[in-house]
């Protein structure tokens, strides 16, 4: 089976670090992190209210799909997505391939800014993603879930 | 494929409920949905058509509680059953860490049990998982029907391996909660094992 995403610390800031300064730079609402199947890594901005667990799970079912109709016309994939709204926009983008950086901005900022701004992130992100996938085939890594005993399984569902 | 996340203490797993359609995969969800307490769940998003059959995918995330201090979350997920929205039910495997085959339990539908077993097969090997190998739980739905197949019937055609399997009745959630613990100890026991 693939091995599943570990998050350290270390890089967890990193990654807030980058994702808190493209909404400052951007001037975008919210920014999150998500990975492509559908795992919230991250939100900075105004995210308190919303559902970014939702969010997260469209954001790779539509990314998914995409991909998907990428592929039926002979392209790899759709790199990055823009969507319009009336008042808020949507800006999608695949980052070092394994993840999606999503903003969300409003006429505060521009299509032009935030595509300028996602690009210099992604690439900071794509870096940290590789130390990450680095850090996570070095022998010695193991799951913090290698020591759990059925016990522990058993008492979660012991209600 | 679950998502460890050290810095918020927070593991996250990926559940599939797959079957053929009407089989009763997003009635599974609704009952889970509806028997939760509001602090343990998120909102269930379904994506269907207007006659509400599943379009895309149907989802519901969950907290079940922590196991050593991590905060257990486990996102289910439906497919749509119908046989044309294939290239669907391949997107959403992406990641899968367990699977439920929901089987319909009524004779008619053996055909279409059989079919959407085979297409799991198949869509999970295209996504390098093979079926034999990740946690895996059979539900035989639909019991309360008249025209339905024995358990022993539905085993030796859709259970060979004899994964854990639950009879149910999902509208009124005879065997959901069962079904939905079993395949939730079998992910963490196969993280447990480094999976």
């Known amino acids: ?159 | 494929m679950s998502f460890i996340n050290y810095s918020s203490r927070e593991i996250n797993c990926k559940i599939v409920y797959y079957g053929p359609g009407l089989c009763g995969k997003t009635t599974n969800l609704q009952y889970v949905y509806a028997k939760t307490s509001p602090e343990a769940k998120g909102k269930m998003i379904s994506l269907a058509t207007e006659t509400e059959r599943t379009l895309f995918f149907d989802f519901l995330p969950l907290s079940l509680g922590e196991i050593r201090g991590f905060k257990t979350r486990f996102h289910l997920y439906t497919v749509p059953g119908q046989v044309f929205y294939d290239a669907s039910r391949k997107l959403i495997l992406k990641g899968v860490d367990g699977v439920v085959f929901v089987a319909d339990s009524q004779i008619e539908r053996m055909e279409a049990n059989l079919e959407s077993v085979e297409n799991l097969r198949t869509n999970l090997a295209e996504q390098g998982y093979d079926l034999d190998r990740i946690p895996y739980v059979v539900q035989y739905n639909k019991r309360d029907l008249p025209n339905i197949a024995s358990v022993e019937e539905l085993r030796r055609l859709l259970n060979p391996r004899a994964v854990p399997e639950y009879q149910a009745v999902a509208p009124t959630g005879v065997g959901v909660f069962d079904t939905l613990k079993a395949v939730a100890k079998l992910v963490l026991t196969e993280l447990k094992r480094g999976g």
């Open chain 1, 1 to 159: 089976m693939n091995p599943g995403l570990v998050m350290y610390d270390e890089e967890y800031r990193q990654i807030a670090g980058v994702c808190d300064r493209l909404t400052r730079d951007a001037n975008a609402k919210v920014v999150f992190l998500v990975d492509k199947n559908g795992q919230l890594i991250s939100a900075s901005g105004q995210a308190q209210n919303l559902d970014t667990t939702s969010l997260a799970s469209l954001t790779a079912g539509n990314v998914a799909a995409m991909g998907g109709l990428a592929k039926l016309i002979g392209e790899k994939e759709f790199p990055s997505q823009f969507h319009e709204g009336e008042r808020e926009s949507l800006h999608m983008s695949i980052v070092g391939g394994r993840v999606v950086l999503v903003v969300i901005f409003d006429a505060k900022s521009s299509l032009g800014l935030v595509r300028l701004r996602v690009k210099k992130a992604g690439e900071e992100l794509a870096r940290i993603f590789d130390s990450l996938a680095h850090k996570q085939a070095m022998p010695g890594a193991q799951s913090p879930f290698a020591e759990i005993t059925d016990d522990d399984i058993d008492n979660l569902f012991s209600e």
